[in-house]
């Protein structure tokens, strides 16, 4: 089966670290971006940035260039997204997506932070 | 870059058909045929309905079908069915090794 899985629910308090995943599934990780999607309660969908697991090749959108990391490791066809410094404000459920050809979506990973 | 402008909300009767609409530019709708729409019911992941402007993957229903007129596009469902109640999200490429959404439209099945 062709699918995205995602790493579970993580509840932080501010200032912490976190890296959530995005494991692929079916079909060939390598060749295809994932973009990494953030949705804040209430609120509609934010494209992140993305990474091309065969060379790791990233683009960040500006609003989340510096407050992010995005990685993968090609090996086990898992894809990172990563917060050094955990706010408030990054609440939101975290989305990881193949937009290109059939897009493909994982199920989600809530993140929650607060003190 | 700025979202894809949509209406916040459509409504439309059961058996009707509705069309919303998806305004970009010049630089990412009207250059590319990547844009994709995605339906989202409330605490679940969002689900493809088109893909690349007119495409429709298995799954999706056949009352969903996509278009495009110069930097807009647009997803009409047709037949409405209570179950269409949802929110929907456009996405387009933007050439600039980036994607964009559209803030969302809440459509009430009436």
């Known amino acids: 089966e062709v699918q995205l899985v995602q790493s579970g629910a993580e509840v932080k308090n501010p200032g912490e670290s976190l890296k959530i995943s995005c494991k692929g599934s079916g079909y060939s990780f390598t060749t295809y971006w994932i973009a990494w999607v953030r949705q804040k309660p209430g609120k509609g969908l934010e494209w992140m940035g993305r990474i091309f697991p065969s060379d790791s090749d990233t683009t960040y959108s500006p609003s989340f260039r510096g407050q992010v990391t995005i990685s993968a490791d090609k090996s086990t066809s898992t894809a990172y997204l990563q917060w050094s410094n955990l706010k408030a404000s990054d609440t939101a459920m975290y989305y990881c997506?193949?937009?290109?050809?059939?897009?493909?979506w994982g199920q989600g990973t809530l993140v929650t932070v607060s003190s | 870059q700025s979202a894809l402008t949509q209406p916040a909300s459509v409504s439309g009767s059961l058996g009707q058909s509705i069309t919303i609409s998806c305004t970009g530019t010049?630089?990412?709708?009207?250059?590319?045929?990547?844009v994709s729409w995605y339906q989202q019911h409330p605490g679940k992941a969002p689900k493809v309905m088109i893909y690349e402007v007119n495409k429709r993957p298995s799954g999706a229903s056949n009352r969903f079908s996509g278009s495009k007129s110069g930097n807009t596009v647009s997803l009409t469902i047709s037949g409405l069915q209570a179950e269409d109640e949802a929110d929907y999200y456009c996405c387009s490429y933007t050439g600039s090794s980036t994607w964009v959404f559209g803030g969302g439209t809440k459509l009430t099945v009436l």
């Open positions: 010049s630089s990412d709708v009207g250059s590319y045929n990547l």
């Open positions: 997506a193949r937009l290109e050809g059939i897009p493909l």
